[in-house]
Every structure is written in structure tokens, then in C-alpha cells.
């Protein structure tokens, strides 16, 4: 028998191709669900003046990636950082943090900007639906303003009002046990600056109402000559000074004010100082300056945290900074969340991190909880404390109460129509 | 002018505007149909990047294109063109966030703020000439820089716009969806390049280029010098700020370094890379910036060191923008044939 073929394309053919089509049009698809790798992209400040910012959180998040893709990923599934430089330009921020979810098929943004960087990508976020979390930026009104809420952003920085409130309440004790009247402040000329330093007033004087401020002064951002700051503080003689410079500004400001001793004049309160970017840049650290913790191994006093400290001096030869430990939280938070809902599905992971508390190096208890109604961290290692010249810098930090927070901060927010 | 010179120049006059015409239509249906290309590339690439880069192209390409004007045409080295796509920007986000008024509205509301704000700048700075116009405008630039940082209330300082830009669609159009925007960017585009070209080309074009070459004598053949300049100065403030709309689009926001030095700094950056010699010049510096820009940060952290090399190619090497050169470049070519025939 001989077999006739018909001209044109067989059954067998037909079905063939149709199977690979298929295949083809359906791969991408069970591609992605079944991918064994998840993207998290992070848009951060890695040249310029603050790189420090974008390097430190860098190395953080590698730190803390490297554990959790050890212990089998989100959900079974390895991370893969896609981290890019904005170059501190909101603009630029909004390209990078669109280009790294439409381009680069990250799931997750892990936002690494600081100030406006930050509201740029958070409107990324609000746009293209993608969980984010903000780990750098302590603007209050990120996450207090109810305008500003989206379900899919979170925030892992500490913020300026709470460090406010501890700060106040702690410099009121003293200024009443040391009968401190007279206040001068001297902040740099920026929302920062400004915002912090009014929060901070406020609360100094409702704990301690017979202080009063007789000297300003607002330094410009990156400025590099203190003299004439210093001296018109010197010559308004003020019992204390309260400042919340930082970085290299603080440590210019320190050097340049130790030539006049005014250390040894009044009593310095500096928010920024108990952080090693400024303590072990600092030439002659004086005694006594009284700080907020930004981030020092020794303090929560735990051997967890000490141990954190030093892993990660020893990977990357330099100590935290107050970024690191943001942005490792931020890592924390997303592994246990994904346990959680068992899953990395980012609208899932985001269920699952509202009001999730963990075990964590830097909690003021030990834990730290990631608060369901403005979807921001509270718990964190928080307290002031007096410098001395070398290690441990900070030996004895006095803790904020949280209780005390919580109770302020909702009526902050109620005075600023938040609440 | 002799009467001799006025009847030799009667003719020149009619042969210009009888050839104007032509060259306007022709001009708009290139400008049509890179429209319509445009609008119908995402049929075609479905990559949302393409968007995302061709609508900043647009917000860029206006700013630079309209810094040309000044720079390349009239001979006004702006350092301070940033204010402007700032001031759409700011201009823009806050009408729409504060007032709610239609897009249509805030748009012509913008303009409106841009062209008065530019009319007093620009009466003040137009009267200077070379390094002493540059200084002038790069100190407004800075005052209204420092405007903006430290109005808090009402800018929101360093911080930027927050919260968002409201977009209510209008006519159907819906710019939270970003396809419409694409389109709506890609028309602003066409329409902004095609009214700068018509003023390029226009005989008030002609009088800014006889300005850019002797300014004296312009003025002595009766030419208004001081109000030509002070005209192109306002005008290119619109197109800057129309990109800054743009902008402010595109992030939703608007943020105080769309108003630095920086901006206009970038601004000058793209005229030496495209060259400012050729209308086109800026718009393809544009495009070579964000590309270079964009593949740069992607590979590297010192993505200083390689844009500083490449400004530095084209400024010692080249000696010109990227347009001056191909345009050289093809007229040689032209000519050489042309020798052998």
C-alpha cells in the first residue's frame, strides 16, 4: 500500500505547532509564577556628598539578603538586588524606581532615598501598584499624613517626631536637674533642620516651660566654615545648645567649635552625634556632649545587637550607620512576612507585614513591630546618652518610653490634622 | 538706506515670504507625521521603558530646544533656564493640587504665571550682555531656588510637592493613565518643536540671528534690540516651562532641584552634545543624553567619570555637537561629489 500525502501542512503538523505556540505565549507566564528567583530593586544615593547613605544601606541589605537566601529565600524563592544610583535627584529616583519595575521585572522596592528621593519614589509606588518599603527617610509626614497613605508602601527608618519627643523629654530632665534656662540652637538650613528642631523646641518646652531659646542659627546644608556660627553662640552665652547637624557637617562643626572650647561652656545636645559616621570622624570627640543613638553597637546592650555590629565591621571594614540598620530591618520584615503568608506575592507579603512584630537586634525589647494604621516602625532602640572620647563612645544611653511616644505622637498628630 | 539698497531689498522680502508658506506646510506635515509615529510606536513595542524615555525626551527636548533659542540663536548664554522648567513644574502641581481646576486650565494658568515672571526677569537680564547676562540669570535662578526651599508652606520646601498630582481627565483624556500621557507628551512635543521652529524660522528669527552677530548694527538699521531679546527670553521661558509640566507629570511631583543650577546646567550640557548650530541640534542632544544617562547608571557608580569624558570628547575633540558635525560631515560629502562630477 502506498501512503498518498496531501499537499499542505499535515494534522500532526498542525497540532504540533499549535501545541509550541502554546507553549510559547503560556512560558513567560508559568515562568514567572514558578520563577526561582524574585527581583527586589533598590533606587539609592550612591555618588555625591551623601553616598555614605546609599553605600551603608548597600552593604546592610547584602548583609541581610545573603542570611535569608541561605535559609532558602522569600518563600523558596532567592533574592536578587537590583540596586542603581539616583544621584540624590528626585527625578531621577522616579525613572530608576519605574525602570527597575517595568524593565527590570523587580517585584519589591526596597526605597533607599532620602527626603523628596523618597516622595518621588513613593508616587512610583502608588502608580504601579508595587509594594515598597522606605527605608531611609524620617520625614513624619511620609507616614503620619493620612493624604500620603497607600496599602502597599511601609516605612523602616525611625522617625523625626519620635526622636523629637524623647529628645525633649530628655534634655527638659537635665535642663531642670542643672537649672538650664538659656538655649541656643544651630541646625542646618533644610526641612530637616527646620522641622526637627521647632518638634524638638516644642516638646523641651512643654516638659521644661521656663526654657527659653535666645540664639538661632541655621548653617547651610554642607557648609564649611562654622566660625562665625560658633561665635555668635559664644557671644549670646547660652546655658545649652541644641543641634541636629550631622554627618560630616556635625564633625566640622565639633572641630571647628573645639578651637573656641565651647564644649567646655554650655552643655551641647546633638542628635546626630551617637553615630560612628560622625564619632570616629570627629578628631578631639569632647566629653559630655549629650546624644540621641543613631546606630551603636552597644546600645541596645544586647549580644545580639553587638554581634550585628560586628558582622558587619567584619565583611565590610567600617562600622553601621544608622542607615544600615534601617535597611537590614527593612530585609528582616520582608522574610518573616513572606513565611508568614507563605508566599513572596508582594499584595500578600503587604497583608502580612501590617502589624507583624519580629525579633530584631535593634528593638528597644528586642522586637520591633511594623504598625498596622500607618504602616510605619515603632518599637526601635531609641535613648540619649553623654559621649565620651573613645570606645564605646556612648556607654550609658538612658531608653525613651514607648508608652510616653505613643501617647505624644497621637497628639501631634491630632494638632496637625493627621488624626 | 539708500534708496538704491530699499529697492534691492523689496524683492529679497517678496521671494522669502513667497517660499515661507511651502516651507510651513511642509514643516507640519514632518511634524504630523512624526506624531503620528510616535503615537503609534507602543502598538508596536510594548516596553513601558520606550514610554517612560520618550516622555522625559519630551520635558528635556522642550527645555533644550527653547534654551537654543537663547543660546544658539540670539547669542544669550542663560545659566539660568532651570527657573523656568521649575516654575511649570511648581506652577502646575500646585494649581492642580490647591485649586482643581480642569488640566487645560492649570496648563494656560502656567503659562500665564511663566510669561510674567519671565517679562520682569527677563526686562532686567536682556539688557546685559555675555558673562553678566549668564550671572544674572544663574542669581535668579537661585533666588527663585531658595523661593522654593524656604516657602515650606506652600512648596513644601526641600521635600518637593507631596501627595501627588490630581489629574481629572478631560476630553477624554486621562493622564493617570500613562498611555494618554505618552500621546499628550508626544503632541506637546511636536507642537512646542514645530511653533520654535516657526519662530526660528520667521523673519523675527532672521532679526535674533542678526542680534547673535552684531548686535550694534542691528540697532542701527532701526531693530529693537532690547525688545527682540526681551520677546525670544519670554518665549523660551513658555516652551521650558511646558516642559516642566511635563516633568511634573511624569513623577507626579514637583521637586526643587527641577529648579538648581544643575537643570540648567544639564540643559547647556545637551546644546554641546546635539550642537546648537541646527534647530534639531537639541532634541538630538537630548536624546543622547538620556541614553547615555540612562545605560551609564545602569553599568557603573561613576557614572561621572564617563559623562565628563564624553563632554570632554566633544568639546576638544569634536569641537562641536553631534548635528554640527553630521551636518558638516554630509556637506563635505555633497561638495566632494560634486567636484568629482
Not at chain 1, 530591618?329 to 506575592?345: G, W
Request: proline letters at 4%; aromatic letters at 10%; hydrophobic letters at 45%.
Amino acid at each position: 500500500m502506498t501512503r498518498t500525502r496531501k499537499p499542505g501542512v499535515s494534522r500532526r503538523a498542525t497540532l504540533a505547532m499549535m501545541g509550541a505556540g502554546a507553549v510559547t505565549f503560556a512560558t513567560p507566564w508559568v515562568g514567572r509564577a514558578q520563577a526561582k528567583t524574585i527581583k527586589i530593586g533598590m533606587p539609592t544615593i550612591l555618588s555625591g556628598r551623601v553616598a555614605q547613605l546609599g553605600t551603608s544601606s548597600r552593604n546592610a541589605v547584602m548583609l541581610e539578603i545573603a542570611k535569608v537566601n541561605a535559609a532558602g529565600g522569600l518563600a523558596g524563592r532567592t533574592i536578587e538586588m537590583v540596586i542603581r544610583d539616583s544621584k540624590g535627584q528626585p527625578q531621577e529616583a522616579a525613572r530608576v524606581a519605574r525602570e527597575l519595575v517595568n524593565t527590570d521585572g523587580c517585584e519589591i522596592l526596597i526605597d533607599a532615598e532620602a527626603s523628596s528621593g523618597a516622595f518621588a519614589v513613593h508616587e512610583v509606588a502608588r502608580d504601579l501598584g508595587v509594594l515598597c518599603i522606605h527605608t531611609n527617610s524620617e520625614t513624619s509626614a511620609l507616614t503620619a499624613d493620612p493624604k500620603q497613605h497607600i496599602p502597599n508602601a511601609f516605612r523602616t527608618a525611625r522617625q523625626g517626631v519620635h526622636d523629637s519627643i524623647v529628645g525633649g523629654s530628655y534634655a527638659a530632665a537635665i535642663a531642670k536637674a542643672k537649672g538650664l534656662k538659656k538655649w541656643a540652637t544651630c541646625s542646618p538650613d533644610y526641612a530637616y533642620g527646620r522641622d526637627t528642631t521647632a518638634e524638638y523646641v516644642t516638646y523641651l518646652k512643654r516638659f521644661a516651660p521656663d526654657v527659653e531659646i535666645i540664639s538661632e542659627s541655621w548653617p547651610k546644608l554642607f557648609q564649611p566654615d562654622y566660625t562665625e556660627v560658633v561665635t555668635k553662640i559664644l557671644q549670646a552665652k547660652p546655658q545649652a545648645l541644641y543641634s541636629c547637624l550631622w554627618g560630616g557637617d556635625l564633625t566640622s562643626y565639633i572641630d571647628q567649635a573645639n578651637i573656641y572650647a565651647l564644649f567646655s561652656q554650655m552643655e551641647v545636645f546633638a542628635v546626630n552625634m551617637a553615630d560612628y559616621t560622625a564619632l570616629t570622624v570627629v578628631k578631639n570627640l569632647p566629653k559630655g556632649i549629650h546624644s540621641g543613638n543613631r546606630y551603636i553597637k552597644t546600645y541596645p546592650a544586647t549580644p545580639e545587637n553587638a554581634a550585628w555590629g560586628d558582622a558587619y565591621k567584619a565583611k565590610y571594614n567600617e562600622y553601621p550607620t544608622n542607615w544600615s540598620w534601617e535597611n537590614a530591618t527593612a530585609i528582616m520584615l520582608l522574610a518573616e512576612a513572606s513565611k508568614k503568608a507563605n508566599s513572596a506575592d508582594g499584595k500578600k507579603v503587604a497583608e502580612a507585614l501590617r502589624g507583624l512584630k519580629i525579633k530584631s537586634p535593634f528593638g528597644a525589647d528586642g522586637t520591633v513591630t511594623m504598625r498596622a494604621e500607618d504602616q510605619t516602625l515603632v518599637g526601635y532602640a531609641i535613648g540619649w546618652g553623654t559621649t565620651i572620647p573613645q570606645e564605646p563612645y556612648v556607654p550609658q544611653v538612658q531608653a525613651g518610653d514607648w508608652k510616653t511616644i505613643f501617647e505624644l505622637e497621637a497628639e501631634w498628630k491630632k494638632s496637625k490634622g493627621y488624626a | 538706506m539708500t534708496e538704491l539698497q530699499a529697492e534691492q531689498g523689496t524683492p529679497a522680502l517678496d521671494v522669502s515670504r513667497v517660499e515661507a508658506k511651502p516651507r510651513r506646510n511642509r514643516d507640519a506635515l514632518i511634524a504630523l507625521a512624526v506624531f503620528v509615529v510616535l503615537a503609534l510606536l507602543p502598538m508596536v513595542f510594548s516596553s513601558k521603558l520606550l514610554l517612560d524615555f520618550v516622555i522625559r525626551c519630551a520635558a528635556y527636548g522642550l527645555f533644550a530646544t527653547s534654551l537654543n533659542l537663547l543660546v544658539g540663536y540670539t547669542g544669550l548664554t542663560s545659566f539660568g533656564h532651570g527657573m523656568f522648567f521649575g516654575l511649570g513644574a511648581y506652577g502646575f502641581g500646585l494649581m492642580m493640587q490647591k485649586t482643581g481646576v480642569p488640566i487645560p486650565v492649570a496648563f494656560v494658568a502656567t503659562l500665564a504665571i511663566t510669561f510674567g515672571v519671565a517679562l520682569v526677569i527677563g526686562a532686567i537680564c536682556v539688557r546685559l550682555k555675555e558673562i553678566y547676562f549668564a550671572f544674572v540669570t544663574l542669581a535668579f535662578q537661585m533666588l527663585i531656588h531658595s523661593t522654593i526651599l524656604s516657602w515650606v508652606s506652600l512648596t513644601g520646601g526641600d521635600q518637593g510637592l507631596r501627595g501627588g498630582i490630581p489629574r481629572p481627565s478631560f476630553w477624554g483624556i486621562d493622564l493617570s493613565n500613562h498611555l494618554h500621557l505618552y500621546v499628550m507628551s508626544c503632541a506637546l512635543l511636536v507642537i512646542g518643536l514645530l511653533l520654535m521652529c516657526q519662530i526660528a524660522q520667521s523673519p523675527f528669527g532672521y532679526t535674533l540671528r542678526m542680534i547673535r552677530d552684531n548686535a550694534t548694527r542691528a540697532s542701527f538699521i532701526g531693530i529693537d534690540v532690547w525688545r527682540a531679546k526681551l520677546t525670544i527670553f519670554v518665549l523660551a521661558a513658555l516652551f521650558a516651562s511646558t516642559g516642566g509640566i511635563i516633568m511634573a507629570l511624569f513623577v507626579s511631583g514637583a521637586y526643587p532641584e527641577f529648579a538648581y543650577w544643575t537643570m540648567s546646567g544639564e540643559g547647556i550640557f545637551i546644546n554641546m552634545l546635539g550642537g546648537v548650530t541646527t534647530f534639531l541640534g537639541p532634541m538630538v542632544g537630548t536624546v543622547l543624553f538620556l541614553v547615555l544617562n540612562d545605560t551609564v547608571t545602569r553599568l557603573t557608580d561613576y557614572h561621572g567619570l564617563v559623562l565628563g569624558i564624553v563632554i570632554l570628547f566633544f568639546a576638544i575633540g569634536l569641537r562641536k555637537g553631534l548635528m554640527d558635525f553630521v551636518i558638516e560631515w554630509y556637506a563635505q560629502r555633497r561638495n566632494g561629489r560634486g567636484e568629482r562630477d
